[in-house]
């Protein structure tokens, strides 16, 4: 098979893009404009709006299309965005992972919810504490807060419910990490623990304590009965399962929530698995697709998914 003449000579295509490059398309992608970029990168707009033209020559293709005093991303554009923010992660945990000693001692943050702290994690963090020395820093979030600050880079790692239907093209890495249940939760006074039917059409007699609408757990409930082709009589809304004991505690109505049938949150209440009903669910870690964690945080991840096989 003949070799094309000068081949020797002729110079990969990615020669050609540098880092800096591929920061401005990523910012102009997310700010949708060259001015808002600039602010952001402390570039003037001439030179933002050369990068991005030097990119489009590079890939022979149009990524952003003005549109009045506005510009327009085009699908080639989501789609080398997703791939440039996975190279970006990429690099940007490389001064991470370079040196093993340092990151024995830089802190790790995780975001999770209120309910999976205080009754998954507390004695997964105490075993990684007595192996490692890292400050661990957990901040409260839902599942949207979660994506958002592992995105900005102001989480290393959540822990979450998970999708339904997770999106195929997200900047995010999700691992599983272990299976949970859904619950019905009352005080045991309440109308509904005399029930002897366990269904969604005797649960929705009551009034309802659930997590607000985009959660993950809200999401399966209301599928489930729109399955069945009821209506529930919501009350009171929640942005976590910790906040909806709280409330079902105050005698507002039967939560749903996602938990597991043996934790400590509902000791004292009248609990019931939905599994059958609204399945199962995992829940996962998640961090920016592309970046490679430290030895630390593998670990962390681990014991937490080795602590409830």
Not at 41 to 56: F, G
Not at 100 to 119: A, F, H, K
Not at 246 to 261: D, I, M, P, Q, W
Request: neutral net charge; contains cysteine.
């Amino acid at each position: 098979m003949g070799v094309p003449p000068n081949s020797q000579n002729v110079q990969p295509r990615a020669s050609e893009l540098s880092v800096q490059q591929m920061q401005t398309f990523q910012c102009v992608f997310e700010e949708n404009g060259y001015a808002p970029a600039a602010r952001r990168l402390q570039l003037s707009v001439p030179t933002v709006w050369q990068q991005i033209q030097a990119v489009e020559r590079l890939y022979e293709a149009t990524f952003f299309e003005k549109e009045g005093r506005r510009i327009v991303s085009t699908l080639k554009a989501q789609q080398l965005y997703d791939q440039f923010s996975e190279i970006l992660a990429g690099i940007d945990s490389t001064f991470e992972t370079v040196s093993d000693e340092r990151s024995e001692y830089e802190s790790i943050t995780l975001v999770t919810g209120v309910r999976m702290l205080m009754e998954d994690l507390v004695v997964p963090l105490k075993h990684f504490r007595d192996e490692f020395e890292n400050t661990l820093v957990i901040r409260h979030g839902n599942n949207r807060l979660a994506e958002e600050m592992v995105l900005s880079g102001e989480a290393d790692l959540a822990l979450t419910l998970e999708a339904e239907s997770p999106r195929s093209t997200s900047r995010i890495h999700f691992e599983p990490a272990y299976f949970i249940d859904f619950l019905a939760i009352a005080e045991k006074s309440h109308p509904y623990c005399q029930a002897k039917q366990n269904s969604l059409r005797e649960l929705v007699k009551h009034d309802l304590v659930v997590t607000v609408p985009g959660t993950h757990g809200r999401d399966a409930f209301e599928h489930a009965i729109h399955r069945e082709h009821l209506n529930a009589r919501v009350t009171v809304e929640t942005d976590n399962s910790g906040f909806t004991i709280a409330c079902v505690r105050a005698g507002l109505g039967v939560g749903v929530v996602a938990g597991r049938l043996d934790g400590h949150l509902c000791d004292g209440l009248f609990v019931r698995s939905l599994r059958k009903q609204l399945g199962r669910r995992q829940i996962v870690f998640m961090w920016k697709r592309g970046r490679k964690l430290t030895g630390p945080m593998k670990r962390l991840v681990e014991i937490v998914q080795k602590s409830h096989q």
